[in-house]
């Protein structure tokens, strides 16, 4: 990965280990470790308005703060650290929208992808890694702790993986699926197995 500053999202459920591969991948590329919601001040202050629990947006509101977090993370950092030749890993992205407020709450995915767009002028990651897990799993590692977001009922969980798995399934050369039920190592080898595949180690 030494020509040119490539977008690597990890995605899944809460709950699946985003976060820990997320900057492990980081580490080992030396790229720019970002997130969504809230890697911006302004995104901070949506993240609070969306996750807080005693707070309650409309879920076509919900989606339309994402999509603020998401356009000013892309403004700066994302897109000034690619257009400098860094790569940049991000937990969390485009694809979380299409499957918590899409699939997960039921709000038309025609609009969310036109939604989507504009936030990302788009721009799409050159891969998208999916840590799946099982939703009882998944949940079984958030015990003792919930957002407004984790907060939600099992069923929702269930509908927001099968979105993600969905996504992958339509765009295989830019997804790779790993099984976020293997110890937290293997995971890391499966993840870097996948970029030594690329070409892109």
């Known amino acids: 990965m030494k020509n040119r500053g490539r977008f690597l999202v990890v995605e899944g459920i809460d709950g699946c280990g985003k976060s820990t591969q997320a900057a492990r991948l980081a580490a080992r590329l030396g790229a720019v470790l970002t997130f969504e919601m809230g890697a911006t001040p302004l995104g901070a202050a949506v993240r609070q308005l969306v996750l807080e629990p005693t707070s309650h947006p409309s879920d076509m509101a919900e989606a339309l703060l994402i999509a603020a977090d998401r356009a000013q993370h892309m403004a700066e950092i994302v897109v000034p650290a690619l257009s400098a030749g860094r790569h940049v890993v991000s937990d969390r992205h485009a694809a979380s929208t299409i499957a918590y407020q899409g699939w997960g709450r039921g709000l038309a995915l025609e609009d969310l992808v036109v939604l989507v767009e504009l936030a990302t002028a ?17 949940r079984a590692r958030l015990a003792g702790r919930a957002d407004r977001m984790e907060s939600n009922e099992e069923a929702f969980f269930e509908r927001v ?22 110890p937290l190592d293997e995971v890391s080898a499966l993840v870097q197995e996948v970029l030594d595949a690329r070409g892109w180690s």
């Open 161 to 182: 993986r099968a979105g993600y798995l969905a996504q992958a399934a339509a765009a295989p050369d830019e997804w790779a699926i790993i099984d976020a039920t293997r």
């Open 122 to 138: 788009g721009r799409r990651p050159d891969l998208t890694i999916l840590l799946d897990l099982p939703v009882a799993s998944a």
